[in-house]
Nanobody, 116 residues
């Protein structure tokens, strides 16, 4: 079973930046698609960004041009660089790993709060 551990959340002012990290256990990271989701209070969980095992990316319209997802297979880690943060980006951000077999694993989530 793959375990995912997120880090890097916190409180930041509007316009600021944060970088989230998600470290995966095991040896399947390099063949997995990775994604970041977020869920704000009272709202449904939404996909923020995804990166395939060969590096192709896609983003939600709400973060396109501000967030960047990347991966380092040597470190079994996926990152989410978040720039120009807005109050509406406030949410719990969770990391997701998915194999071609549709096996998936979730991290515990990390809180991001954008507020002055």
């Amino acid at each position: 079973q793959v375990q995912l551990v997120e880090s890097g959340g916190g409180l930041v002012q509007p316009g600021g930046s944060l970088r989230l990290s998600c470290a995966a256990s095991g040896s399947i990271f390099s063949i997995s698609a990775m994604a970041w989701y977020r869920q704000a209070p009272g709202k449904q969980r939404e996909l923020v960004a995804r990166i395939t095992n060969d590096g192709r990316t896609n983003y939600s319209d709400s973060v396109k041009g501000r967030f960047t997802i990347s991966r380092d297979n040597a470190k079994n880690t996926v990152y989410l660089q978040m720039n120009s943060l807005k109050p509406e980006d406030t949410a719990v951000y969770s990391c997701n790993l998915r194999l071609p077999t549709n096996y998936e694993s979730w991290g515990q989530g990390t809180q991001v709060t954008v507020s002055s």
